[in-house]
């Protein structure tokens, strides 16, 4: 077992080679601790899955005496990602019917007309910065309108979520200040309903079951920060592995249809959630000779379960044609990720659409120039300077 340093694992030159430290640690065992915050580590693919789909591994620590979840503030933590069945089976399924494939490809032609008007501004500039000009705008604008979201309000959001996810000194202000816009939020839908799922989600009531105000409150901030922060980083980071790969760019460029299958590579290979959401152990438990105790918290290594040579042939090589893509990064079993759907439309119209209308974009700067992101469980680009 090696004890991960929490500072180490933030620094720059780590975060730019994370794949590469995951392979490491793989090859030192398959059980690692995450010092300063108490955190087991799984870095196989069969372990993954193993922390991923057991019901003795909880998503809710208020079950748990004296273990707190101090990542989110108690106002948004009341969501799908915090809770077990049967609370998680009620609250997904008031909200998935959103979600569905068939509902999310309804969007296509909306979520093309917003990448088009975004590369309109982009290719009048000949050099951007792609996190904030393309990756950034284009989920949060989709979201936001699945929302009902006022195109005014959305600039807050960028600044409250990079101080919640990258746990920054100001979060806890940056959570009290989301927390109260939901509220308003949430007041303005129920006297003025439109056709947003805020408004549906406000008043929704199946078989006798609704959503209270903490959990609607909790959903809707759910949904505003999954809904686009890892898609950001799907976007910056798959076109800096695109760039990195001129072939592969190339192929794509050349064959648009191989998008659906470039996505899952792409999805496989960055890694946009290194890390999966915590769970804590409500039991006793032994996995290769070490007893996790009731209470301790555990995380999967999704980032290195999607390079583990044991179930990827050549893990490390990004390979856009490669065949039957079972990557976790979109998680397993129950809390499997709602948004997928989304996030592959969206990457499919993204990276078709830029390889189309800036076929000689290039990194504007040296790779190991570029900073990431501070987020121990995403992994992501802060920028992505390119030309063209």
């Known amino acids: 077992m090696t004890h991960i340093n929490l500072q180490d694992y933030l620094s720059q030159e780590t975060r730019s080679n994370l794949r590469v430290f995951y392979t490491q640690l793989r090859t030192e065992g398959p059980l690692h601790y995450l010092d300063e915050v108490n955190t087991w580590v799984t870095t196989s693919y069969e372990d993954a899955l193993f922390v991923l789909r057991d019901p003795r591994f909880i998503k809710d620590s208020r079950k748990l005496p004296g273990v707190v979840d101090e990542a989110v503030p108690e106002g948004l933590s009341r969501h799908l990602l915090s809770s077990d069945p049967p609370d998680h089976t009620r609250l997904r399924r008031l909200v998935s019917k959103a979600f569905t494939p068939r509902m999310i490809e309804h969007l296509r032609p909306r979520v093309q007309q917003i990448t088009d008007d975004l590369l309109d501004e982009i290719e009048k500039q000949g050099q951007v910065d792609l996190i904030p000009t393309f990756a950034y705008p284009l989920p949060i604008t989709v979201i936001s309108e699945m929302l009902g979201i006022p195109e005014a309000d959305r600039a807050s959001f960028r600044a409250w979520t990079q101080a919640i996810v990258n746990i920054e000194a100001d979060n806890m202000a940056a959570s009290e200040a989301f927390f109260h816009y939901i ?206």
């Open 183 to 388: 509220q308003d939020l949430l007041a303005e839908k129920r006297a003025h309903p439109g056709d947003d799922l805020t408004s549906e989600l406000a008043h929704v009531q199946e078989n006798g079951d609704q959503l209270s105000e903490s959990e609607l409150v909790a959903m809707i901030f759910l949904l505003i920060v999954a809904g686009h922060e890892t898609t950001v980083n799907l976007l910056g980071h798959g076109t800096l592995a695109l760039l990195q790969h001129p072939k592969q760019l190339r192929l794509l460029r050349d064959e648009p249809s191989l998008l659906p299958n470039a996505v899952e590579e792409l999805l496989r290979y960055t890694s946009p959630v290194s890390l999966s959401d915590e769970r804590w152990a409500n039991e006793d438990i032994e996995l290769h000779g070490q007893v996790i105790h009731k209470g301790e918290q555990v995380v999967a290594a999704l980032i290195a379960a999607n390079a583990d040579e044991q179930h990827f042939s050549d893990p490390t090589r990004l390979d856009i044609t490669r065949q039957d893509i079972q990557h976790l990064a979109f998680g397993k079993g129950i809390h499997f990720c709602l948004g997928a759907p989304l996030a592959r439309l969206e990457g499919q119209i993204a990276f078709g659409t830029l390889l189309r209308r800036l076929p000689d974009l290039r990194l504007a700067c040296e790779p190991g120039e570029l900073k990431w992101s501070k987020n121990p469980m995403l992994y992501g680009l802060a920028s992505l300077p390119v030309t063209f």
